[in-house]
T-cell receptor, first 111, second 112 residues
């Protein structure tokens, strides 16, 4: 079946540190892949997406590359800010309408 | 442009009761999906409605039911509440021919 496995948190980084949050997926064929961010007390917001192998999604300094050979979609940012503190969810959408989400990774950035 | 809104924000119910949660989709969006997010977990897909018809369902029992209205707003009904139904319930809307989902802030349901 379809599933997403995310790096467990929580992750605590100093401001301007490099961020990597690992995400791997299981799916047949070619799913679309997403990263969502959830700030405290809010719903999920789409951060970036990639719809086919080797696509790179990017937004607000975050990047993730769709790697079919390793079934991965790791999230990276070169220099995190305090305002990036949130919970990050990796998700996939395969055929049909259902999204499959990982369990989320909590990020705290300290000044 | 108004985003996705949900009501109520918080709700406390007793085991065995019934609850109705509401969602207003973003303007122009005709597809609504509902998710259950337990504490510390990712959202789990409950079902989706497209043009007032159910258009996919996750692994939830029949006591979870829904409705979509002609203006594309939606309701999630849960009967015979159980303690494990305590969660954040998220609604997401999508425009025609797009899989991009726009989430509301959620309704926090507590079952005691």
């Amino acid at each position: 079946g379809n599933s997403v496995t995310q790096m467990e948190g929580p992750v605590t980084l100093s401001e301007e540190a490099f961020l990597t949050i690992n995400c791997t997926y299981t799916a047949t064929g070619y799913p679309s892949l997403f990263w969502y961010v959830q700030y405290p007390g809010e719903g999920l917001q789409l951060l970036l997406k990639a719809t086919k192998a080797d696509d790179k999604g990017s937004n607000k300094g975050f990047e993730a590359t769709y790697r079919k050979e390793t079934t991965s979609f790791h999230l990276e940012k070169g220099s995190v800010q305090v305002s990036d503190s949130a919970v990050y969810f990796c998700a996939l959408r395969h055929t049909g309408n259902q999204f499959y989400f990982g369990t989320g990774t909590s990020l705290t950035v300290i000044p | 442009e108004t985003g996705v809104t949900q009501s109520p924000t918080h709700l406390i119910k007793t085991r065995g009761q019934q609850v109705t949660l509401r969602c207003s989709s973003q303007s122009g969006h005709n597809t609504v999906s509902w998710y259950q997010q337990a504490l510390g977990q990712g959202p789990q897909f409950i079902f989706q409605y497209y043009r007032e018809e159910e258009n996919g369902r996750g692994n939830f029992p029949p006591r979870f039911s829904g409705l979509q209205f002609p203006n594309y707003s939606s309701e999630l009904n849960v009967n015979a509440l159980e303690l494990d139904d305590s969660a954040l319930y998220l609604c997401a809307s999508s425009p025609e021919d797009s899989y991009e989902q726009y989430f509301g802030p959620g309704t926090r349901l507590t079952v005691t």
